[in-house]
C-alpha cells in the first residue's frame, strides 16, 4: 500500500461542514417552520393527484377492473426492452434517453383474468369505457371546470417500462376550473383521464419486473396551478380534490387507490415533481425538505461558482485502481471483486466541502451522486465511498494517497466506485453530469418519496415531447344535452358538506374520517329518514366507527349502509339509541350476524321503561343512608350509574335524568 502522510493542519470535518451549511441555509424543521420560513425561500406547489375511477372494465379493453393478484400468481412472462421514439418535432425526450442508458430489462407477469392482447400491445385499443367517460365528466363538472367540446386521445411516452406499450394513452376532459380551500380558492389547469400503469415488483441492477393486475384500471389525473405557498395549504388542496372524488361514490378506495404527484419549487429552483405520495399525511413533510433541498442545491452552485472561472470547462478525472495498493476493507467493494467489478477512484476538482453539503435531513450532496448511480448506471446501493463521508467506510488515507494519484488540490474531493466493465462508463457520465449540473443550481426531475419525509432521485423530468396523438383513437364528441344532463346528478359540493357538518354542530375532528370515507350522505340519510340527532350521529360515526374500525377486524367486508340499518331497527323496537354503541364493535366484526342475537350476545334484556323508574326513590333512600355526599350532583350521577346497565337501550339518558330530579 502506497504512504502518504494525511495533513492534520486545518483539517476538514465532514460532520462539521453538514452542520454548518445546515444552518447558512437556514433549515427548520417542518414543526418550528414559519409562514415567514417559507415566504423566506419562496416555496411554491402543485399538485396532480390520481385517483382510480370504480368501473367493471378496464379503460380501452374488457378486461375486469379492480382485480388483484399475489406476486407469484401468473400464467406467462413477456420480456420488453424500451427504445426511444423521435417526437412530432424531430425530438427525443430526456427521459425516454435517460432509460434508454440503463439498458433494463422489463419482465412482465400476466395473469389470464386481468390482462389480454390489447395490455401488451399485440391488437389495438377498444372504444374508451363509457362508464369510465361518464365518471370522469362528472368529476369534472363538480371542479367547475370548463368541459372539452371533442375528446381526443394522446400518447404519453413512458420508457421506465411502467407500460408494455411505452406509452400511456389519456386525454384532457376539462380545462381551467377551480376548488375553495378555507382562505382560498386554488385554480385548477385540468382534469384529464388515463389508463393505469403496472405494480413494479422489483428492480435489481438491469432488471425490473412489473404485475400487468392494474394496468388499464381508468384512472383520472386533476392538476391545479401551483397556487400553495405553504405545506398545510398543499396537504388542505391535497384533501378537498381527494373528497369531491369521493363523494360521487364512483372512486375506488384503499391503498394505491389513489396518488398524487407533488410539484414543489423555491425561489430560483425549478419544478421537481415527487412522484406517486399515497398518503396526504405525508405532503407537508416531504414538500417542505424538497423546497429546502432546492435551497441547498442552490447555495452549493454559488459557492461552486465563486470557485471556478469557466464551468462549461470543469472536468472529472478518473483512474482504475488496484485494491492491493489501497486499504479497501468495505465489505461491498470485497463482494464486487468478487463478481470481477473494477474500482475506479474519481477526481472532483473544486469539490471540497461540497460532497458532505446538507441537501435533506440526514442526507448530504454526496447521495444525489450516489442516487443517478443506481438509477442510470444500475449501480446497486451501496455503490460509491468519498472523501467526506459522515460516518467512514474506509480510511481516511486512501482519499490522501488518491489527492497525490491525481495531482490534486487541497479544493479537490475524491469519489471511489466498483462496478462491472461495461457499467463503468455510463457511472462516470453520471457522475460528471450531475456534478456539471451543480454549477447550475436545481435539475428538473422526478423524485421517489419515503415515509421519513425525504425523497430519492426516480428519473429525468418529462417534457412536451413525450406527447403526440393517438392514431388508434377516433376523437368522441361531447354532446351539449348529454353534459347538461350528466349535471343535473352531482352530489353537493364538498365545502356545502363542510359547512353542513358545522351547521349540525358535529365536531370537526370527525370531519376528515367522515370525508375520506364518503360517510357523508350515510349522516344526512339517516338524519332525513330517521329524524335522529345530527350532532350524535355525526359524533358516533366519526368517532366511535373510527375507533372500532381501528381495534376491530371484521370477518368479511364491512358495508357502511349497515349503520343505517342498525339505527332503523333500534327505532322500530322502541330502543334507545344510546345501545348502538353497544352493539356497534359486534355489527362490525359479524356483519351477516341479525340484531336481535346481537342483542342476545351483550346481554341485553328489555326493560319497560316504568320498572326502571321504579327504582329512583329506593335509590334516593339508600344514598342518603350511606351518606357519601350530600351533594344533589352527585347523587344524581351515582343513582344513574346504578341504572345505567338496565337503562341502557331501554330509557335516553336525557330522560333517566329528569326523572331522578323530579322524584
Not at 400 to 418: H, P
Not at 439 to 461: A, H, M, N, W, Y
Not at 556 to 564: D, H, L, R
Not at 585 to 613: Q, W
Request: proline share 5%; hydrophobic share 35%; glycine share 4%.
Amino acid at each position: 500500500m502506497k504512504k502518504n502522510n494525511c495533513p492534520k493542519a486545518n483539517e476538514f470535518n465532514p460532520q462539521k461542514n453538514y452542520e454548518q451549511t445546515r444552518q447558512e441555509i437556514g433549515y427548520v424543521k417542518r414543526k418550528e417552520a414559519t409562514k415567514a420560513d417559507y415566504e423566506r425561500i419562496g416555496f411554491m406547489s402543485g399538485l396532480e393527484v390520481h385517483q382510480q375511477l370504480k368501473t367493471k372494465e378496464k379503460l380501452f379493453c374488457h378486461c375486469p377492473a379492480g382485480i388483484y393478484h399475489d406476486h407469484d400468481d401468473y400464467d406467462a412472462e413477456v420480456i420488453r426492452h424500451m427504445r426511444p421514439t423521435l417526437s412530432e418535432l424531430g425530438e427525443y425526450d430526456g427521459t425516454a434517453l435517460m432509460e434508454y442508458k440503463t439498458r433494463k430489462e422489463i419482465v412482465y407477469r400476466l395473469n389470464n383474468k386481468t390482462a389480454c392482447t390489447y395490455e401488451v400491445d399485440d391488437t389495438p385499443p377498444f372504444k374508451i369505457d363509457k362508464e369510465a367517460l361518464e365518471y370522469a365528466l362528472e368529476i369534472s363538472l363538480l371542479c367547475k371546470l370548463n368541459i372539452v367540446g371533442e375528446v381526443h386521445i394522446t400518447r404519453k411516452q413512458y420508457l421506465d417500462g411502467s407500460i408494455p406499450t411505452g406509452f400511456q394513452r389519456t386525454a384532457i376532459l376539462g380545462v381551467e376550473g377551480e376548488i375553495p380551500l378555507k382562505n382560498k380558492k386554488v385554480r385548477l389547469i385540468q382534469l384529464s383521464i388515463e389508463e393505469d400503469s403496472c405494480r413494479e415488483i422489483s428492480d435489481i441492477r438491469h432488471t425490473r419486473i412489473y404485475k400487468t393486475d392494474r394496468l388499464g384500471m381508468p384512472l383520472i389525473e386533476t392538476v391545479t396551478y401551483p397556487d400553495m405557498f405553504t405545506p398545510d395549504e398543499l396537504k388542505e388542496a391535497a384533501e378537498y380534490i381527494r373528497f369531491l372524488n369521493r363523494s360521487t361514490g364512483k372512486v375506488r378506495v384503499g391503498s394505491g387507490a389513489g396518488r398524487e404527484d407533488v410539484n414543489v419549487s423555491c425561489k430560483g429552483g425549478t419544478r421537481v415533481e415527487i412522484k406517486g405520495v399515497s398518503y396526504n399525511r405525508m405532503i407537508p413533510e416531504l414538500s417542505h425538505n424538497e423546497a429546502f433541498r432546492q435551497w441547498a442545491l442552490l447555495n452549493i452552485r454559488n459557492k461552486l461558482n465563486d470557485r471556478t472561472k469557466d464551468n462549461s470547462k470543469w472536468k472529472i478525472q478518473h483512474q482504475e485502481i488496484d485494491y492491493r495498493d489501497y486499504e479497501l476493507k468495505y465489505e461491498p467493494i470485497t463482494d464486487g471483486l468478487i463478481d470481477k467489478y473494477r474500482i475506479i477512484a474519481v477526481n472532483l476538482p473544486g469539490f471540497k466541502s461540497i460532497l458532505s453539503h446538507f441537501t435533506q435531513p440526514g442526507k448530504i450532496f454526496a447521495d444525489e451522486i450516489c442516487d443517478r448511480l443506481k438509477v442510470i448506471a444500475c449501480l446497486e446501493k451501496p455503490n460509491m465511498v468519498h472523501s467526506e463521508e459522515l460516518e467512514p467506510k474506509v480510511i481516511e488515507e486512501n482519499f490522501c494517497n488518491l489527492k497525490e494519484l491525481f495531482d490534486a488540490s487541497d479544493d479537490d474531493a475524491q469519489i471511489i466506485f466498483w462496478a462491472p466493465d461495461e457499467d463503468i462508463p455510463t457511472a462516470l457520465e453520471t457522475i460528471e453530469e450531475r456534478c456539471q449540473m451543480a454549477f447550475e443550481g436545481v435539475p428538473q426531475e422526478t423524485r421517489k418519496s419515503f415515509l421519513d419525509g425525504t425523497t430519492i432521485f426516480e428519473r429525468v423530468l418529462p417534457g412536451a415531447d413525450r406527447m403526440y396523438p393517438d392514431t388508434d383513437s377516433a376523437p368522441i364528441p361531447l354532446e351539449n344535452s348529454y353534459i347538461d344532463n350528466l349535471s343535473k346528478n352531482l352530489p353537493t359540493d364538498v365545502i356545502d358538506r363542510y359547512n353542513q357538518l358545522k351547521e349540525w354542530k358535529i365536531p370537526e375532528d370527525t370531519f376528515r374520517f367522515i370525508f375520506r370515507n364518503n360517510l357523508f350522505p350515510l349522516i344526512e340519510k339517516i338524519i332525513q329518514d330517521l329524524k335522529l340527532n345530527p350532532t350524535f350521529i355525526g359524533t358516533f360515526i366519526g368517532h366511535k366507527l373510527k375507533f372500532v374500525e381501528g381495534h376491530y377486524t371484521s370477518a368479511e367486508k364491512f358495508e357502511y349502509t349497515k349503520i343505517y340499518d342498525l339505527f332503523k331497527f333500534l327505532i322500530d323496537n322502541n330502543l334507545d339509541v344510546q345501545l348502538s354503541k353497544k352493539m356497534l364493535p359486534v355489527v362490525y366484526e359479524h356483519p351477516k350476524m341479525d340484531f336481535d342475537s346481537i342483542l342476545t350476545s351483550i346481554n341485553f334484556k328489555k326493560v319497560p321503561k316504568e320498572e326502571i323508574l321504579s327504582k329512583i326513590p329506593f335509590l334516593k333512600q339508600k344514598f342518603s343512608e350511606i351518606k357519601i355526599s350530600k351533594n344533589d350532583s352527585v347523587a344524581k350521577e351515582w343513582i344513574m350509574g346504578e341504572l345505567q346497565k338496565t337503562a341502557i337501550g331501554n330509557i335516553a339518558p336525557d330522560v333517566l335524568a329528569k326523572a331522578i330530579e323530579q322524584n
